[in-house]
């Protein structure tokens, strides 16, 4: 039974620069949510797909977007990058919406 | 809005002995979820426990066990005969009941360390 995964593992960009991240829900999940965790700080929520709309967002920009796939899959994007966007950024699939959500091992970015 | 407080950064644990860890949430809603996330080095996040907000009765899983007060908005986990392994950033977290309202608010964690 595969679990949440992500990729890529590690990402170096550059201040201005887009960035695309993405994740495979755990087998038979068809949720995703994105959470961004800053260094020695909680997740937060970025947004959540479900039937591939964006059914919920958190307190962010514009510039962080997404997009969920007919396999439930799902991109995270983020557009003019700043020094501030540099965390680890996990994803996490449930069935259903409001079904206990697994997380992937997130793809730490790094802006410079 | 929902907040929770992790009001210890750090604990520590001598190996086979017993520790709680410490949580409190804030919240005017009735119908809610807590969990426990365990966050070893490795980064990934993998949950330890789950609490309904209308069961009574306190969830157990193997050695982790919770003690979940409703009225002081309260919710500790306890960890027996902690193992090495159990070294890991320990994240309370809530959700609302509320059909519309999915995302997850997580404390800022607190580092356990057990010793050998």
């Known amino acids: 039974d595969a679990g949440v995964t992500q990729s890529p593992t590690h990402l170096i960009k550059t201040r201005g620069q887009q960035v695309t991240l993405r994740c495979s829900p755990k087998?038979?999940?068809?949720?995703v949510s994105w959470y961004q965790q800053a260094l020695g700080q909680g997740p937060q929520f970025i947004f959540q797909y479900y039937e591939e709309e964006e059914r919920q967002r958190g307190n962010f920009p514009d510039r962080f977007s997404g997009h969920q796939f007919p396999n439930y899959s799902s991109e995270l994007n983020v557009n003019a990058l700043l020094l501030g966007d540099s965390a680890l950024y996990l994803c996490?699939?449930?069935?259903?919406?409001?079904?206990?959500?697994?997380f992937g091992p997130g793809t730490r970015l790094l802006v410079l | 809005a929902q907040t929770v407080t992790q009001s210890q950064p750090e604990m520590s644990v001598q190996e086979a002995e017993t520790v709680t860890l410490s949580c409190t949430y804030d919240?005017?809603?009735?119908?809610?979820?807590l969990f426990w996330y365990k966050q070893p080095p490795s980064r990934q996040m993998i949950l330890v426990i789950r609490?309904?907000?209308?069961?009574?009765q306190n969830a157990t899983e193997n050695r982790f066990s919770v003690n979940f007060q409703k009225a002081a908005k309260s919710f500790s986990l306890k960890i027996s005969d902690s193992q090495l392994g159990d070294a890991a950033m320990y994240f309370c977290?809530?959700?609302?009941?509320?059909?519309?309202?999915?995302?997850?608010?997580f404390g800022a964690g607190t580092r356990l360390t057990v010793k050998p």
């Open positions: 087998s038979g999940h068809d949720t």
């Open positions: 609490q309904e907000a209308y069961k009574q």
């Open positions: 996490a699939s449930s069935l259903r919406q409001r079904e206990t959500q697994y």
């Open positions: 977290a809530y959700r609302s009941g509320s059909y519309n309202n999915n995302d997850m608010r």
């Open positions: 919240t005017s809603e009735s119908d809610y979820y």
